[in-house]
């Protein structure tokens, strides 16, 4: 399933990101207005905290990521980052990815939407995932 086409419907390549005040376009903003998630908060620890409790530690995902997924990184070490998971290269006849493609905010475009990152699935900056419910219809 690729969910690009979706999202970028919903928010353009290179437009601002969603959210409001000292929020808007920050990563964690872009991710909850795609999939229904708790909070996230702004600190990395809050973040990894959120995922202990709610979501699927790298260590435990066994690389079986899916396309939605939220993504929690510790690429910034003061407030980690954020991103959804818009698709997947998974190894052949296997649910284990080699490597997925971001939907995110504020990474590589300043408060700006981007959707072509792609990340290997096995990078030692992913502290792990939550899988909620779509926020639109896919």
């Known amino acids: ?21 000292k929020y ?20 990395i620890w809050h973040k990894t905290a959120v995922i202990k409790t709610n979501g699927i530690m790298a260590a435990d995902l066994n690389l079986r990521f899916k396309p ?12 980690g980052h954020v991103l959804t998971i818009n ?3 998974y190894i052949e006849n296997s649910d284990q990815a080699v490597s997925f493609r971001a939907t ?4 590589r475009l300043p408060l700006r939407v981007d959707h072509t990152r792609t990340l290997n699935a096995n990078s030692p900056f992913i502290i792990g995932v939550i899988r909620g419910k779509f926020l639109f219809n896919v």
């Open 1 to 21: 399933m690729d969910l690009e086409p979706i999202f970028q419907k919903l928010y353009p390549q290179g437009s601002i990101g969603p959210g409001d005040g």
């Open 24 to 43: 808007k376009g920050q990563c964690a903003v872009l991710a909850e207005k795609l999939v229904q998630i708790p909070q996230l908060g702004d600190p």
């Open 68 to 79: 939605g997924d939220v993504v929690v990184t510790s690429e910034n070490k003061k407030y």
């Open 87 to 89: 698709f997947v290269t």
């Open 104 to 107: 995110e905010s504020n990474f």
